[in-house]
């Protein structure tokens, strides 16, 4: 069982290149998450959905898009990377469709530089 | 809305010492309570949680939690740490009030030395 898997693990990128992250899971829940790590700053929401072909802004949305064509899966993209972009990214996912309570399950992160 | 407040940033012990570390919310109504530890270079790993029933929460490797309505506190407790333990720790929230999304504090860098 792979949990939540994101892709990939690093990129740099140069300023104004665009990239997408991969967040997958394997557990059928319905809600999934990304959040961005920054030293200091514990873990910041960035966009969340609540179901597929849902997707909501969270605290930090700005510079970042997202989509959830498929449950299983949520996109993160970037249009124009920005050094202030530079962080670690955290894909999560939680609530089964049963609606049981569940905690975050996470990803092992993406860790982005832009130069 | 929910908010999470730790107030412990850096706590640094020795082997055997005892840990509290301490999380507070700031949301009224019923909620969701969790600690999740990272260890160095690795993504986010639940210690414990609390859904409803006995405030008293015990998780993996030792660790417990108190949940006290009345002080919105969820506090994380160890009585003898050791050097595995060096980690960053994150208390979280989840609540009607924030569409059940997850709410995180700054953490806790907890540093235990030999």
């Known amino acids: 069982n792979a949990g939540v898997t994101q892709t990939p693990k690093f990129r740099v990128l140069k300023t104004g290149q665009s990239m997408t992250l991969l967040c997958a899971q394997d557990?059928?829940?319905?809600?999934m998450y990304w959040y961005r790590q920054d030293p200091g700053m514990g873990l910041r929401l960035i966009h969340y959905?609540?179901?597929?072909?849902?997707?909501a802004k969270g605290e930090v949305p700005d510079g970042y898009n997202v989509s959830r064509l498929k449950k299983q899966n949520f996109l993160l993209g970037l249009e124009s990377a920005a050094p202030s972009q530079t962080s670690v990214y955290f894909c999560?996912?939680?609530?089964?469709?049963?609606?049981?309570?569940?905690?975050?399950?996470f990803g092992q992160g993406t860790r982005l530089t832009v130069v | 809305a929910q908010s999470v407040s730790q107030h412990n940033h850096h706590v640094i012990l020795s082997e055997a010492a005892s840990l509290e570390l301490g999380c507070n919310y700031s949301?009224?109504?019923?909620?969701?309570l969790f600690w999740y530890v990272q260890y160095p270079g690795q993504h986010l790993q639940l210690l414990l949680k609390?859904?409803?029933?006995?405030?008293l929460v015990k998780g993996i490797k030792g660790f417990e939690a108190e949940f006290i309505k009345s002080k919105f506190s969820f506090n994380l407790r160890k009585p003898s740490v050791q050097w595995s333990d060096t980690a960053e720790y994150f208390c979280?929230?989840?609540?009607?009030?924030?569409?059940?999304?997850?709410?995180f504090g700054r953490g806790t860098s907890l540093i235990v030395h030999p």
């Open positions: 959905s609540v179901g597929e072909g849902t997707t």
């Open positions: 609390y859904f409803s029933g006995d405030p």
């Open positions: 979280a929230v989840s609540s009607s009030g924030g569409s059940y999304i997850p709410t």
């Open positions: 557990m059928n829940h319905e809600y």
């Open positions: 949301y009224g109504g019923t909620v969701n």
């Open positions: 999560a996912s939680s609530y089964p469709r049963t609606g049981a309570k569940t905690e975050a399950f």
